[in-house]
């Protein structure tokens, strides 16, 4: 027989005791493919265990149905995937009077013991506050939950503070890595001129705006609404001048972290040509109209 056969009749032969309940599975696969270690592809489970909360690492398993394949895969989407909807069964399950009750099963399964209800760092955020070494990111983390932390929730977070440090060092690619540019990336050049407005733009309301996360991650929202672009490439914009990235944690998060002057400076330092922003982003009667509709403007 297979290992497990043969380790079931040592345990019971040799030990006599009963094996654990068999739930079998298909390949445990890693970012879609089979494991080889003849072909390098694969993860251990002490790498695995090393990486992961046990609680993230139990739901990973147990919410996968019995005979289908586990996927595992160490980018920065699945990782951060994988995270967040742990996070939602645990809202679910403390929250949800709605929430079924093999979803409640599969969080209650996931524990290594039963616990109450606790706050809860978003992971992207843990990451990110990590790599910027300005900041003390359990002293950060704690302003945002806005009362000291419990043993429960700084025992957690320092499971993910471990988990985030334990990815970047084995797992992240370099451009999935934060780091905050001390200069305008040259990429910044590739901005479209509706971008390069709304940097502008969200630099003068920046101003006078209270330096919190959701009150910045309001008036990100209102710059765009004013410029008029689209909120993705809002988004774009200021990772790209802050970070040299495409994405990043939430904007509002982002921008708290950092000085008011040095943000209003770096948006500002964007070159912008008034003309071909206002040739970007003009509308054609029928698409204004519609646009006071839709932001519910009142023209007079």
Request: proline residues 5%; aromatic residues 10%; contains cysteine.
């Given at each position: 027989?297979?290992?497990?056969?043969?380790?079931?009749?040592?345990?019971?032969?040799?030990?006599?005791?009963?094996?654990?309940?068999?739930?079998?599975?298909?390949?445990?696969?890693?970012?879609?493919?089979?494991?080889?270690?003849?072909?390098?592809?694969?993860?251990?489970?002490?790498?695995?265990?090393?990486?992961?909360?046990?609680?993230?690492?139990?739901?990973?398993?147990?919410?996968?149905?019995?005979?289908?394949?586990?996927?595992?895969?160490?980018?920065?989407?699945?990782?951060?995937?994988?995270?967040?909807?742990?996070?939602?069964?645990?809202?679910?399950?403390?929250?949800?009077?709605?929430?079924?009750?093999?979803?409640?099963?599969?969080?209650?399964?996931?524990?290594?013991?039963?616990?109450?209800?606790?706050?809860?760092?978003?992971?992207?955020?843990?990451?990110?506050?990590?790599?910027?070494?300005?900041?003390?990111?359990?002293?950060?983390?704690?302003?945002?939950?806005?009362?000291?932390?419990?043993?429960?929730e700084r025992k957690h977070l320092d499971l993910r503070i471990?988990?985030?440090?334990?990815?970047?060092?084995?797992?992240?690619?370099?451009?999935?890595?934060?780091?905050?540019?001390?200069?305008?990336?040259?990429?910044?050049?590739?901005?479209?001129?509706?971008?390069?407005?709304?940097?502008?733009?969200?630099?003068?309301?920046?101003?006078?705006?209270?330096?919190?996360?959701?009150?910045?991650?309001?008036?990100?929202?209102?710059?765009?609404r004013q410029t008029p672009i689209d909120q993705p490439s809002?988004?774009?914009?200021?990772?790209?001048?802050?970070?040299?990235?495409?994405?990043?944690?939430?904007?509002?998060?982002?921008?708290?972290?950092?000085?008011?002057?040095?943000?209003?400076?770096?948006?500002?330092?964007?070159?912008?040509?008034?003309?071909?922003?206002?040739?970007?982003?003009?509308?054609?009667?029928?698409a204004f109209e519609r646009w006071l509709l839709s932001e519910?403007?009142?023209?007079?």
């Open positions: 027989g297979g290992s497990r056969d043969v380790a079931a009749a040592c345990l019971r032969e040799i030990f006599g005791q009963e094996p654990p309940l068999n739930c079998p599975y298909d390949f445990f696969l890693v970012g879609g493919a089979k494991m080889s270690s003849s072909k390098g592809i694969g993860v251990t489970s002490r790498d695995m265990a090393d990486f992961l909360p046990p609680e993230v690492l139990r739901f990973l398993m147990i919410r996968t149905p019995p005979r289908q394949h586990v996927n595992f895969e160490a980018s920065e989407v699945h990782i951060l995937k994988a995270f967040n909807e742990f996070d939602r069964a645990k809202h679910r399950y403390f929250h949800d009077a709605a929430v079924k009750p093999d979803d409640k099963r599969v969080y209650e399964l996931s524990q290594v013991v039963p616990e109450p209800d606790y706050w809860t760092a978003d992971f992207q955020l843990v990451a990110a506050l990590i790599q910027m070494p300005h900041l003390d990111a359990v002293k950060e983390l704690e302003k945002r939950k806005g009362t000291p932390f419990t043993e429960l471990r988990a985030a440090k334990y990815w970047l060092d084995h797992y992240a690619a370099e451009e999935e890595k934060t780091h905050l540019q001390e200069t305008l990336p040259a990429r910044a050049e590739e901005l479209s001129a509706a971008q390069r407005g709304f940097l502008h733009i969200l630099a003068e309301q920046l101003r006078d705006a209270t330096w919190q996360d959701e009150a910045l991650q309001i008036a990100v929202f209102n710059a765009a809002a988004f774009k914009a200021i990772y790209r001048v802050l970070l040299d990235r495409e994405s990043g944690p939430k904007a509002g998060n982002l921008l708290s972290f950092l000085d008011r002057d040095f943000v209003i400076h770096r948006f500002n330092e964007v070159p912008w040509d008034e003309l071909e922003f206002l040739e970007a982003t003009g509308l054609a009667v029928g519910k403007v009142s023209a007079r």
